[in-house]
């Protein structure tokens, strides 16, 4: 072989061999994350299992796609509503591009809906998406203590129901915002703490709340949902 053929011999062998060297194949994780170079970033025991079991219906085909305003205040406004964060990602693209990464992980990870934040002017192709399911509610309302003079009013201790999410067993045993929970099967609520923990004791099961209602005392049987001991909830 002459010295010509021996060098662009060598020269071919060495072009493969860096080419082997820097291909790469990425795999899925259980949470359709891809394993390298993806952006999103699950939330701690948010993984693919906990997020069937617990999620309120099955994923959407496409999840919805809203712009972003306030993070603290989109959060405190979804969980309100059911929407537990299960990921985000950071994308260096454009809107439009960015738009269309966030929809796609977000029908790998299975969202229900998908914030999208604008980057901020010191890092313009920063664009941030939060992906949140929605989770089922094993009760479905907010409920707070009795001041010192509902107590002395009402004769009762107990809890006064705040707001209400749709679709939940409380919205379901026609439970209303301003409703006084006095009884739990018939034993005394004694406050927010005690009805909590009397809830999650009884979770997966019909319970009947005995309710002051404008002066009337009404009977409210509340099929609670199950929680999976697994999910930490």
């Not at 617990?54 to 509503?81: C, F, H, I, W, Y």
Request: some cysteine; glycine content about 10%.
């Amino acid at each position: 072989m002459s010295a010509t053929c021996r060098l662009a011999t060598l020269a071919l062998l060495c072009l493969l061999a860096a080419c082997a060297s820097v291909t790469h194949t990425t795999r899925e994780d259980a949470s359709g994350a891809t394993a390298e170079g993806s952006p999103y970033v699950a939330e701690p025991g948010r993984d693919a299992a906990m997020i069937a079991q617990m999620r309120a219906a099955p994923a959407p085909a496409t999840p919805e796609l809203v712009p972003g305003k306030n993070a603290s205040g989109d959060l405190n406004r979804l969980a309100a509503q059911g929407f537990v964060r299960i990921g985000s990602a950071r994308y260096a693209l454009d809107q439009t591009a960015a738009r269309d990464e966030a929809l796609r992980q977000g029908q790998r990870v299975g969202a229900d809906r998908v914030l999208l934040y604008a980057p901020e002017p010191s890092a313009p192709n920063a664009w941030t998406a939060t992906y949140f399911v929605r989770f089922k509610l094993p009760f479905g309302a907010s409920f707070r203590d009795l001041s010192a003079e509902e107590r002395s009013t009402l004769g009762s201790d107990g809890v006064q129901i705040g707001s209400v999410v749709g679709g939940t067993p409380a919205s379901r045993a026609n439970l209303l915002g301003g409703d006084f929970v006095i009884k739990f099967d018939g034993k005394p609520v004694a406050n927010k703490a005690s009805f909590q923990n009397l809830l999650r004791a009884n979770a997966g099961h019909p319970v009947t709340l005995t309710v002051l209602r404008n002066g009337e005392t009404l009977q409210r049987v509340v099929r609670l949902e199950a929680v999976p001991s697994a999910s930490g909830h």
